[in-house]
Every structure is written in C-alpha cells, then in structure tokens.
C-alpha cells in the first residue's frame, strides 16, 4: 500500500492528497445542506467532518488509492473531493465527486471525474468502474454521462439504505465518451429510433451503452409466444439478462429490426407506444424473417423518457398483425 496520493494535474485543477490545512474548507463543504442533500446524510458538524477526512487517508493507507483534495491550480483554492471509493461491503470500485458550492457551474466536476476515470481505466487497470448517484441528483447523472458513463442499474449505499443508480464504465466495453454520442430521449419519437437502432446491426455486439441509457434501471423486457403445446409463455427480463442473451444470440447473426408502424398515446407522464417491426437479416431486405408488435410503455421524469416496459410477440401460424394496425400515424 501507498502512504502518499499521486497528484493528478488537469488543465484547471490539481488533484492531491488531503493535509491538516484543508480542514477547515473541508467542514464547510460538509456543513452546507445542498452539499450534502444527496449524499445519504445530514450536514456534518466539525468532528464528523474530521473523522471522514481522517477516514480518506486512511483509506489510502489500506487500499492504496482513495479521494483526492481537488485544488484549483491558478489559485491553490479547495475545491472539493473526488476520487476512488472502495470500502468494505462497497457494491464496486467506485469514482465518485463533491464539490463546494461556490465551485458549481464551472465543469470543474466533469474536469476532475474524467481524469480519475482515465486514470483508473488505465494505470490503475480497473475493468470495471462505477458511480453511485441519487436519482434526483440531475447534475450528477449529467457529469456521469459526459465523463463516459452510462445507467446499469441501481442499488442502495451500504449502511444508509438510500436508494442511488449505478452508472457505470468498462475498460472491455467502453462507453460513449461525450453525452452526444448518446442518443437522446427527449421525445418519445428519438426514444423509439434510439431502441431499434440499438439492437440493430451486423453480426457481433450492439451499441449496449445506448441500450442501457434509453431502459429506466427497474424494467423489464417480456418475450411472449406460444409453446409446441399450443399454450402461451412469457420470459420475463431484467436489461442486463436481456443483454447476455441477445450478446450470445446475435454474435454470428446480422439482425435488423425495421419498425415500420407506429401508435403512440400519452397520459402525463406516462405513454404507451404500439410498434410493428420487421426483422431482417439486412435492412433493404424485402422478404423479412418475420413481423411482430412490441408495446413499449415509457414514462417522463421532467427532463426525458425512459422505457419502463418491452413486451413482443410475433406473427405465427393463425396470427397475423391487424392491417389497421400497419397505417403510420405517429411515424
């Protein structure tokens, strides 16, 4: 184990190791309610704020990395925390971000997370790197996913029993390095061409960054159809079950799916989108493998969409799609 963090310099900040001297910053960042509204806690008073930041040294002393001091280099001014968290009972290995309050709004935040991402992603030869953020935390997701990272899934934190999501990046399967390069939900219409596009390609893996973005972390994905025993099944999904199964299915398979109907009907909300697809094996292909309906229900949470609910069957002998059904409305 290392005793000493080694400094990690951006083009605005340095990252260091906490000293005595930035305690007393320290104690007011952690004393500001809208600091710490997310965090799984109260404001801390001055001893709580002492034991953490005797806590992050020592958890440099035991593991070998932990939070760094983030500096603002062209006036040596403390400007919060950021850095690697792993303690025991953690669900991963973790960057994470706090910042003072005076420090928001600068992309100061963005600025140190991407260099302890880099870092951990490459000299630290992590495989895997989380962030754990509260749902309501806008800002946070945002920085998560301008850093690389995209939503997996969603946990608690140990010991406070406060719900936070999972986003997540891998060194074998990176994610999207800029919010542009994921697509974008603001409407229903781009949440439905970011789902087929996500699915859709030559033989090998799919853009799963993407999937994973457009899914909310608690639906489901439902496969329906009929069994040799002429009785119906029905094979319920998480996001990441549905993944390994398509990662196996699809690795030597060119697979298209082509929506080529759609209905979409709001409440609030919430939505519910009926769509008819073809599966092709090439997207100009006449003669699809088959057509089949998804329902995809979504729901609004004041900035974008998420699907909530997949849930598809296709054609088969004594079953065909409804032709009212092939007219284009919302399409």
């Known amino acids: 184990m290392i005793s000493a963090a080694p400094i990690l310099d951006t083009p605005r900040l340095r990252l260091r190791q906490f000293r005595e001297s930035d305690f007393e910053a320290y104690a ?58 792993q303690p025991e009972g953690w669900p991963g290995f973790e960057v ?27 000299p630290m030869q992590q495989q895997r790197v989380i962030s754990l953020i509260h749902p309501d935390n806008h800002a946070s997701r945002k920085v998560a996913e301008r850093i690389g990272e995209t939503l997996s899934g969603h946990t608690e934190l140990p010991g406070v ?9 891998s ?20 949440t439905m061409d970011a789902l087929y596009r996500s699915i859709s390609g030559p ?30 099944w029905i094979k319920p999904m998480t996001v990441e079950g549905y993944i390994q199964d398509a990662t196996v299915a699809l690795a030597e398979v060119d697979f ?12 609030g909300n919430v939505a519910q989108v009926r769509s ?14 088959r057509r089949g309906v ?9 900035e974008r969409w998420w699907i909530v609910n997949l849930l598809w069957d296709n054609e088969r002998a004594g079953l065909s799609i409804p032709e009212p059904w092939l007219a284009n409305p919302d399409r």
């Open 28 to 85: 007011e960042l952690c004393a500001d309610p809208e600091v710490m509204k997310y965090l799984g806690s109260e404001p801390w008073n001055r001893t709580d704020s002492w034991r953490h930041l005797a806590a992050m040294l020592g958890h440099w002393q035991l593991r070998g990395f932990g939070l760094y001091a983030v500096e603002v280099r062209e006036t040596g001014q403390f400007a919060g925390r950021v850095g690697f968290i």
């Open 96 to 122: 994470g971000w706090t910042l003072a309050r005076p420090m928001w709004g600068n992309g100061y935040a963005t600025e140190a997370a991407r260099a302890c991402l880099e870092h951990a992603l490459g």
């Open 161 to 169: 029993d406060v719900p936070v999501q999972v986003y997540a990046a």
């Open 171 to 190: 060194a074998t399967a990176p994610s999207p390095s800029t919010q542009d390069d994921l697509p974008s939900c603001a409407t229903i219409e781009q």
């Open 203 to 232: 033989a090998g893996p799919r853009d799963w960054p993407a999937e994973r973005y457009i899914f909310h972390p608690d639906a489901r994905l439902m496969r329906t159809g009929m069994g040799a025993d002429g009785r119906p």
């Open 256 to 267: 298209y799916e082509i929506e080529i109907a759609r209905r979409i009907d709001r409440f």
């Open 276 to 289: 008819v697809y073809e599966a092709r094996h090439h997207p100009d292909d006449t003669n699809p493998e």
């Open 294 to 302: 998804n329902v995809v229900h979504l729901y609004h949470d004041g």
